[in-house]
C-alpha cells in the first residue's frame, strides 16, 4: 500500500511507529522497499556513506537528483522524501522553491526535507508549502551545519537551548511541514516534541518516544566504517562483502571459478 504524508499523520494518531531509512541508490532502495519501510529518505548523509566525503556539505543538487533518481525507480510503495543539499535553499525563498521543484519533477519523490528552523527556514517552508511542495523539518543536530557546531555534537542540553529547538519545531508545524526528523537531542526533549506537536517526529538519537524512527542505512547493514553512539547495527554487510571477494579471488587465482 503505498504511504502517503496524509498516511503518516494517521499512523502518529494511531500509535503505530513509523519506520523511516536512508537509501542511495536502485537496489537498496528496493531491498527497503520490500521490507516493508514506511518512508525513504534520499538523505544528504549519501555524500559521506556513498561518495566518501567527510561532511554533507559538498553534495551538489545534480548528484542528489542522479541519486534521487535511481532510488525512486526502486520504490513502490514507501513514501520517497529527497534533502536538499546545503547552499541550494538557504539564500532565498526563490532558490528553495527552484530546487524543491526540480527535485519533484526530475526524480518523482513525493516531498524534499530541509534542515533549521530559525525565522527565515521557517518563512522559506511555508512558501514552498504554498506551493504545494510537501516538506519535513529537520531540528537539532542539522549536519548541514556542523562546522557552526563545532562538530556532530548532541544540541538541545541547556534550557535555553531546548527551548530554543521546541520553540523552532512548533513554528515548523505552523509553517505547514509534514513531519519533523529530531537529531540528537536529548530524549525528554524529543518527548516533549512529540507531545506538543499533531504532525510526526521522527527521532535519530533522539530515545524512543518519537512517532518514528530513522536510521542511515549504511550503519543499520554494518557498511559504514564508523557509526554514531546512536546507531545500531544489525547486520556486518562490510566483512560479508570482504568474505565474498576474497573467497571469488582465490577461485578465480586456483583455476576453480568458472
Ligand atoms: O541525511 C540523512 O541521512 C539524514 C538523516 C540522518 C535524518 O538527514
Same mark, same amino acid.
Given at each position: 500500500?503505498?504511504?502517503?504524508?496524509?498516511?503518516?499523520?494517521?499512523?502518529? %494518531?494511531?500509535?503505530?511507529?513509523?519506520?523511516?531509512?536512508?537509501?542511495?541508490?536502485?537496489?537498496?532502495?528496493?531491498?527497503?522497499?520490500?521490507?516493508?519501510?514506511? *518512508?525513504?529518505? =534520499?538523505?544528504?548523509s549519501?555524500?559521506m556513506v556513498?561518495?566518501?566525503? &567527510?561532511?554533507?556539505?559538498?553534495?551538489?543538487?545534480?548528484?542528489?537528483?542522479?541519486?534521487?533518481?535511481?532510488?525512486? #525507480?526502486?520504490?513502490?510503495?514507501?513514501? =520517497?522524501?529527497?534533502?536538499?543539499?546545503?547552499?541550494?535553499?538557504?539564500?532565498?525563498?526563490?532558490?528553495?522553491?527552484?530546487?524543491? *521543484?526540480?527535485?519533484?519533477?526530475?526524480?518523482? $519523490? %513525493?516531498?524534499?526535507?530541509?534542515?533549521?528552523?530559525?525565522?527565515?527556514?521557517? &518563512?522559506?517552508? $511555508?512558501?514552498? *508549502?504554498?506551493?504545494?511542495?510537501?516538506?519535513?523539518?529537520?531540528?537539532?543536530l542539522?549536519p548541514? !551545519?556542523v562546522? %557552526?557546531?563545532?562538530g556532530f555534537r548532541q544540541?538541545?542540553?541547556?534550557?535555553? $537551548?531546548?527551548? #530554543?529547538?521546541?520553540?523552532?519545531?512548533?513554528?515548523?508545524?505552523?509553517?505547514?511541514?509534514?513531519?519533523?526528523?529530531?537529531e540528537h537531542?536529548? !530524549?525528554?526533549?524529543?518527548?516533549?516534541?512529540?507531545?506538543?506537536?499533531?504532525?510526526?517526529?521522527?527521532?535519530i538519537g533522539a530515545?524512543?518516544?518519537?512517532?518514528?524512527?530513522v536510521l542511515v542505512?549504511a550503519d543499520l547493514?554494518?557498511?559504514s566504517s564508523w557509526q554514531p553512539p546512536f546507531a545500531k547495527v544489525?547486520?556486518?554487510?562490510?566483512? !560479508?562483502?570482504?568474505?565474498?571477494?576474497?573467497?571469488?579471488?582465490?577461485? =578465480?587465482?586456483?583455476? #576453480?571459478?568458472?
Amino acid at each position: 500500500m503505498a504511504i502517503t504524508t496524509q498516511k503518516l499523520t494517521g499512523l502518529k %494518531q494511531e500509535g503505530r511507529p513509523i519506520a523511516v531509512l536512508t537509501a542511495w541508490d536502485f537496489l537498496i532502495a528496493q531491498a527497503l522497499d520490500h521490507a516493508g519501510v514506511d *518512508v525513504i529518505l =534520499v538523505g544528504d548523509s549519501l555524500a559521506m556513506v556513498a561518495l566518501g566525503y &567527510d561532511t554533507t556539505l559538498p553534495l551538489t543538487l545534480d548528484e542528489m537528483i542522479h541519486h534521487a533518481k535511481a532510488v525512486k #525507480r526502486g520504490v513502490k510503495n514507501a513514501l =520517497v522524501v529527497v534533502d536538499l543539499p546545503f547552499g541550494c535553499y538557504q539564500e532565498s525563498r526563490q532558490q528553495a522553491i527552484q530546487s524543491a *521543484v526540480r527535485v519533484l519533477k526530475e526524480t518523482g $519523490a %513525493q516531498a524534499v526535507k530541509m534542515e533549521g528552523g530559525h525565522p527565515a527556514m521557517v &518563512d522559506t517552508i $511555508a512558501h514552498l *508549502v504554498h506551493s504545494g511542495i510537501p516538506v519535513m523539518a529537520h531540528v537539532g543536530l542539522t549536519p548541514q !551545519s556542523v562546522h %557552526q557546531f563545532g562538530g556532530f555534537r548532541q544540541q538541545g542540553k541547556s534550557p535555553e $537551548a531546548a527551548e #530554543r529547538i521546541l520553540n523552532e519545531a512548533i513554528a515548523l508545524e505552523q509553517a505547514g511541514a509534514f513531519s519533523i526528523v529530531l537529531e540528537h537531542i536529548p !530524549s525528554d526533549l524529543a518527548l516533549q516534541i512529540s507531545q506538543k506537536l499533531t504532525i510526526p517526529t521522527i527521532g535519530i538519537g533522539a530515545g524512543s518516544q518519537c512517532d518514528g524512527q530513522v536510521l542511515v542505512t549504511a550503519d543499520l547493514l554494518g557498511l559504514s566504517s564508523w557509526q554514531p553512539p546512536f546507531a545500531k547495527v544489525y547486520a556486518n554487510l562490510h566483512d !560479508s562483502i570482504v568474505q565474498a571477494t576474497q573467497a571469488y579471488c582465490t577461485e =578465480v587465482r586456483e583455476h #576453480r571459478f568458472p
